[in-house]
C-alpha cells in the first residue's frame, strides 16, 4: 500500500511559525495499485463506524482492534473546547482518559490513517485485487469481471446442456446397466460359492500337505537308516569280496601247489639215491666200506635207516605186506622183526666176526626186498636190472653176496649198491602209478 503524508502551514502562517508548534493542515494521499496513481478517498471513510469497523476487521489482531476503537482526540479542534471519546457499549464503571492538552493533531491524521489502511487490507485479503483503486481500473476491473461472468454463464448453459444429453444417454443404457448389474451380481454370488468351495478344499488340500509333510519327513528319516544300513551293507560286501578274491587266489595257489604236489616224486624228494665213487648213497649217506675208504659205521647204520624206511613206506603205499618178517625203521637202529629180532646195524670192530646177526638182517632185508619186486613186476610186467638170489643180487655179470663174513668189502659195497639201483627204480614205478596200482 502506497501513500504519502504531507502537512502544510496554514494560510498567513510562516515556516517559522509552523515550527513553533502553531497547529498545520494535513493532506493523505494513496495510491492505485494497478497505474500507481494518486488517490482522494472520499468522505465517507472518515464516517466508519466503530461497530461496524469492529465487525468487518474481526480477524485482525487485538492490538489495531484496540487501537481503532480508541481514536485519539483532536484537541486543535475549532471549537476550542475540550473533549473525549467514549467507545460505544462501555458500561458506567469504565473510565477513560482525558487528552492533555498538549495532544497534537498527527495523532488524529495517523487514526484516520491506520483506518484506511486496515479498511484496504480487509479488502485485498477478502479478493485476488489489491486495494485501493482508481475510479479508471476499477470501471476496467469491472468490464473485465462482466466479460469473464459472461463467459461463466455461457460454459455454465453448455455444462447444462452437455448433462441433459448425457442424461438422456444414461436413460437409455441404464436398462442395460442394470441387466448387467443383475448378471455381475449373480455370477459374483457364483463365484462367491465357488470361493468358499475352494477355500474348503484348500483347508482340507493343507490339513492333507501337513500330513503328508509329516509323512515325508519320517520317510526322509527312513530313507536316511536305509541308506546308512545300505553303507554298511556296501561296506561289509566289500570286505567279503575282499575276503573272497583272497580266498580265491589262496585256492589257486592251492590248486597250483596241489598240481605242483601231484607231479611232484615226492619218494625221490624224500629219498635221494645216487653214487658217490663206488658207493651207493641214500640221503647222502654213503652204504658200504672199502679197505681204501673207511666209512665209519655211524654212516652206515644212519644209511641202512634210510634204507629200511624207504621200502618200508614203497609198501605202505601200495598195500604190500611182507612174508615172514616186517621191516621196523628206527633210524640207525632199525631192524627186522619176525621170529627173532635182526638189526640192521652194527658196532663194528671184532666183534662183528663174531656176530652174525647183523649179516642175518641184511639177508632177510633183501628178502623183503625181492618180495616187493616181484610184487611190482607182476602187475606192471616190469623187469628190474638186477636179480635177488637168496643172499645174492647181480645180473649176467656176476651175483655178489651181502653178507659181511666171509665175503670181501669191495664185494659187499657193490652188492649194497646194485640193492640201492633196485630200490631207486622201484621208487620211480611206484611214483609214476596211480595209487593202488603199484
Known amino acids: 500500500l ?13 515556516s517559522g511559525a509552523s515550527s513553533s508548534g502553531s497547529p498545520s493542515s494535513t493532506n493523505v494521499s494513496f495510491c492505485c495499485q494497478r497505474c500507481a496513481r494518486p488517490l482522494k478517498l472520499e468522505c465517507s471513510f472518515q464516517s466508519v463506524s466503530l ?23 483532536d484537541i486543535h479542534a475549532k471549537d476550542g473546547v475540550d473533549r473525549k471519546v467514549i467507545v460505544e457499549g462501555t458500561s458506567k464503571h469504565d473510565f477513560c482518559v482525558l487528552a492533555k492538552p498538549e495532544a497534537t493533531k498527527s495523532e488524529a491524521v495517523g487514526y484516520k490513517l491506520r483506518v484506511a489502511m486496515q479498511l484496504f487490507d480487509i479488502l485485498s485479503e477478502n479478493s485476488e485485487i489489491d486495494h485501493p483503486l482508481c475510479e479508471e481500473c476499477t470501471n476496467g476491473l469491472f468490464k473485465l469481471l462482466d466479460t469473464e461472468l459472461r463467459t461463466l454463464k455461457q460454459d455454465c448453459a ?18 442395460l446397466l442394470d441387466s448387467e448389474i443383475s448378471q455381475l451380481r449373480a455370477e459374483e454370488a457364483s463365484l462367491l460359492r465357488e470361493l468358499e468351495a475352494v477355500s474348503e478344499e484348500r483347508a482340507a488340500v493343507a490339513e492333507e500337505l501337513a500330513s503328508l509333510q509329516i ?20 561296506h561289509r560286501l566289500a570286505e567279503v569280496r575282499s575276503q573272497q578274491l583272497c580266498l580265491d587266489n589262496e585256492l589257486k595257489y592251492s590248486h597250483t601247489e596241489l598240481e605242483k604236489l601231484k607231479k611232484t616224486n615226492v619218494f625221490n624228494t624224500v629219498f635221494h639215491i645216487w653214487h658217490d665213487g663206488h658207493f651207493g648213497t641214500i640221503n647222502g649217506f654213503r652204504l658200504g666200506r672199502l679197505p681204501t675208504f673207511n666209512v665209519e659205521w655211524d654212516e652206515v647204520n644212519a644209511a641202512w635207516g634210510q634204507t629200511a624206511l624207504l621200502l618200508y613206506s614203497l609198501a605202505n603205499a601200495n598195500d604190500f605186506v611182507f612174508e615172514r618178517y616186517k621191516i621196523v625203521p628206527y633210524g640207525s637202529q632199525s631192524y627186522m622183526e619176525g621170529e627173532t629180532k635182526l638189526p640192521l646195524y652194527t658196532i663194528g670192530g671184532i666183534r662183528l666176526f663174531w656176530d652174525a646177526k647183523f649179516d642175518q638182517g ?77
Not at 62 to 71: G, K, V
Not at 218 to 227: C, G, N, R
Request: glycine share 4%.
Open 51 to 73: 461497530k461496524s469497523f469492529a465487525h468487518i476487521g474481526s480477524s485482525k489482531s487485538t492490538q489495531d482492534h484496540d487501537y481503532l476503537a480508541n481514536p485519539p482526540i
Open 215 to 234: 509323512t515325508e519327513r519320517a520317510l526322509d528319516l527312513e530313507e536316511e537308516q536305509l541308506h546308512l544300513e545300505c553303507n554298511q551293507y556296501e
Open 362 to 438: 641184511m639177508v632177510t632185508f633183501l628178502d623183503c626186498l625181492k618180495q616187493f619186486l616181484d610184487f611190482i613186476e607182476k602187475k606192471g610186467k616190469f623187469s628190474f636190472p638186477y636179480k635177488i638170489d637168496k643172499s645174492k643180487i647181480g645180473d649176467h655179470k656176476g651175483f655178489y653176496s651181502i653178507k659181511l663174513h666171509f665175503n670181501s668189502e669191495e664185494q659187499w659195497t657193490k652188492a649194497l649198491k646194485f640193492m640201492l639201483i633196485n630200490l631207486k627204480w622201484a621208487l620211480t614205478v611206484v611214483a609214476h602209478n596211480k595209487p593202488g596200482d603199484a
Open 2 to 14: 502506497l501513500y504519502t503524508i504531507k502537512f502544510e502551514p496554514k494560510d498567513g502562517m510562516s
Open 158 to 175: 453448455e455444462y447444462k446442456k452437455m448433462v441433459a444429453q448425457l442424461q438422456s444417454q444414461d436413460t437409455a443404457a441404464s436398462s
